[in-house]
């Protein structure tokens, strides 16, 4: 999943908010985070409902970790803070690799700051797992969604 010369992979999700299938695929990131090896750098953002949705999350990767608490709050259609915590991110010099996980206009607005950026479009998995009026199924973000 993570492809090859990747210096940096960065991992950015929603869980605890519309769809349980979020979390799980959310939270599945943390499988991709745990095979990283030594030596490989991980910047991973998760907005979660409270402090209590945390994780363990072991790998040989330097990772830099952000659990977003919404301290019991439920999710809003589109997150502010995830939104900005990318428009704030720099990425480093170095081949990268950006994994969006959320609501489809969080990851919409996550995907276009990372382009404007000048983030490689092809470097970036970008999938909305909700929206409003939609129950089930997913959005590809692209250049076209």
């Not at 999700?13 to 990131?29: D, E, H, N, W």
């Not at 950026?117 to 797992?129: L, Q, S, V």
């Amino acid at each position: 999943m993570v492809p090859e010369g990747a210096e940096l992979c960065a991992f950015v999700a929603r869980v605890g908010g519309y769809q349980s299938l979020t979390a799980r695929l959310a939270f599945g990131f943390f499988g991709i985070i745990e095979l990283l090896p030594a030596g490989s750098r991980a910047r991973a953002v998760i907005e979660i409902k409270s402090d209590a949705d945390r994780q363990q999350v072991s790998t040989a990767a330097d990772l830099d970790l952000t659990w977003l608490s919404r301290g019991g709050e439920p999710a809003r259609p589109s997150s502010a803070r995830l939104i900005e915590t990318i428009r704030s991110f720099e990425p480093p010099t170095g081949v990268g690799h950006a994994y969006l996980l959320g609501a489809t206009s969080t990851v919409r607005a996550q995907r276009q700051a990372l382009v404007a950026k000048g983030f490689p479009k092809d470097r970036i998995f970008a999938e909305g797992y909700w929206r409003p009026g939609r129950v089930g199924g997913h959005d590809h973000v692209d250049d076209q969604h």
